[in-house]
């Protein structure tokens, strides 16, 4: 389910998300989506070493960060995506798990 949040952005983050989002034909939102899932799976790596986060099963991000969208298709970048944000859901859940089992603050709060 999603919900509607409005957001402030930088003049040049801004540009660069909108960038993103007609190099790939994706909405605004969803280019914001799909970062701060990567974001949030990168820094939750960073934490927890030990957390195996599950996107080797394709190599298509290199192929995406050398702008090669019409390589891989929609379909499979839709599909990379959705697996991005399912990996995301489930390393967000995690961390939150952990930060509870170690009694940190706002662990009881929902993102």
């Known amino acids: 389910m999603l919900k509607r949040y409005q957001v402030l952005l930088n003049d040049w ?4 998300i909108r960038k993103i989002s007609e190099r790939y034909d994706i909405s605004f939102s969803e280019t914001i ?3 701060l899932c990567l974001a949030y799976l990168t820094l939750i790596a960073k934490d927890y070493p030990d957390y195996k986060i599950d996107l080797k099963s394709t190599n298509r991000r290199i192929s995406l ?3 090669n969208y019409e390589k891989v298709g929609r379909e499979l970048f ?3 995506l959705s697996k991005i944000y399912f990996e995301a859901h489930k390393a967000i859940e ?9 009694g940190r603050r706002g662990a009881g709060r929902s993102m």
Do not use: P
Request: no cysteine; charged share 45%.
């Open 65 to 67: 960060k050398r702008g």
């Open 94 to 102: 995690f961390f939150w798990n952990e930060e509870k089992r170690q």
């Open 33 to 35: 989506r799909g970062a």
């Open 13 to 16: 983050l801004a540009d660069h």
């Open 78 to 80: 839709h599909r990379d």
